[in-house]
């Protein structure tokens, strides 16, 4: 569609006389000018990364952007003397990023040619433009959510991370313990639907029903007093993950229904689908209900079954599902689990916060169940934490 | 399977995961070890034990048979396949 620009997901800028004044190898005493600073710092707010393709030495170009302040809003810079194409060939490479999302800026006709040469998909512009570059649709999102507020640092969080963790030799849960995880676990204000409507889009890998939830659909039901949509979040020493999952929850008397439990590809080496599940496992059995879920086997999401079949959920008869009728499609399973107290995460702190009230009840019949609560409050009750 | 076994065959399943695990943990490890309670597998663990199994022994391992215990220890995901294979027509 003519009038749906593809969204640029990373610009990557040349130096020279395009992000700063001047040349650094002349000599010059090069200037970045507070409008273009104001660029920068505009596109990153939005969630659109930055990177840079210079010919230039890499040490004294980056001490350049170091003294200029804004070094740090650049990942993956390519500083060096080969062919641009192949600089934003590899930053595109390693975001994962298609052509199509991918926007350099440079004042060389020549280069701007070279690089659309090889890279057909990559959009040019010159150095003219940048200005303007964030009053045109592509470089401006439909949405910014926290999310895309904090991208850029969740790549450069998740790039320290991987670095470490190839470093690392030990057995892979001291690993997990190292990263300091923290769990959030919260119900979903109206900030964050976004997010979760932008996260069930993008996890079909864990997504046990495979059913996509538009923002329409979590609003109304955000509001509707029999459910509970819950958004994930995790964050370790290296900085925030953002939202990793979205839990959608009907309560009826006597039992839970989890409709959707769906966590993103980035967590799913941390057990993340486990953690979760165990947590509404020991708040079912808190409450004294039975756990009723459904799950829809795809081709992407067998970690999903084997997470939900490893907590406990199995296909056996239960007078809660038999009065609640068959599910309306016969591709989904239905999975009962009777609830048992389950551990607080070894490899990670949970926190759980901002439930609604309806949502904690207090166990009324047993007595052991409320010594259990005492000694374990600490994993359910909020800790204000800032890196969530 | 072949009909040419030794005496050894009974434990011949339990050897080979044991010594897949040994390799994968770096650590040692005996057939009846209680391998999540004792922490050495985690939850993350479980997809890849999953199929590592599916691929080794040829066997499809799905519905209320991906049951945690089954996983426990080196004995009983060997009782797992044993079954698995028995039940797809081998006896
Ligand atoms: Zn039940």
Partial sequence: ??????????????????????????????????????????????????SVASKNDHDPAWRKLERLGVAEYFLLPEIGWGPKSESVRRIADE????????AFVDDQPAERAEVAFHLPEVRCYSHEQVLGLPGL????????????????????????RTAEQSAFTGPDEDFLRSLELVMRISG??????????????????????????????????CADPAHDVLVISMADRFGPHGAVGVLLLARNAGFWHL?????????VSFGAGAVILNWLI?????????????????????MMEIAYRFAGFATDPCACTSAYGIPPDPDVQRLHLVPDH??????????????????????????????????????????????? | MTTHQGPGTDSAIEETLKSYLVDRLKTEVTFDQDLFESGLVSSMFAMELVVH????????????????????????????VRGLRDGDGRG
């Fill in chain 1, 1 to 50: 569609m003519a009038d749906q620009a593809v969204p640029v997901k990373c610009l990557v800028w040349d130096l020279d006389n395009t992000l700063w004044r001047g040349t650094l190898l002349e000599g010059d005493d090069v200037r970045l000018s507070d409008a273009v600073r104001e660029v920068i710092v505009m596109l990153d707010s939005r969630g659109i990364l930055q």
């Fill in chain 1, 95 to 102: 975001l994962r990023f298609a052509h199509t999302a991918v």
């Fill in chain 1, 137 to 160: 649709p592509e470089f401006t999102p439909a949405t910014v959510t926290e999310d895309s507020r904090q991208r850029r640092r969740m790549y450069q969080a998740n790039f320290r």
């Fill in chain 1, 188 to 221: 979903a204000g109206a900030d964050d639907l976004a997010r979760v409507e932008e996260l069930t889009l993008r996890t079909s890998q864990m997504n046990a029903t495979g059913v996509h939830y538009s923002d329409t659909v979590l609003r109304e039901l």
């Fill in chain 1, 259 to 267: 409709k959707l439990l769906a966590t993103s590809c980035r967590v």
């Fill in chain 1, 282 to 302: 020991d708040q079912a059995f808190e409450a004294g209900v039975h756990l009723v879920a459904d799950f829809r086997q795809t081709e992407r999401n067998r």
């Fill in chain 1, 342 to 388: 389950r551990n607080a995460p070894s490899t990670m702190r949970l926190v759980s916060e901002g439930l609604p009230t309806s949502w904690t009840p207090r166990p009324r019949h047993s007595r052991r169940v409320s010594e259990r609560r005492d000694e374990e409050d600490h994993v359910v009750t909020s800790t204000p934490t800032d890196t969530l």
């Fill in chain 2, 53 to 80: 199994l599916e691929k080794t022994f040829e066997v499809s391992i799905v519905g209320n048979d991906l049951r945690l215990a089954n996983f426990r220890s080196i004995r009983s995901m060997a009782a797992l």
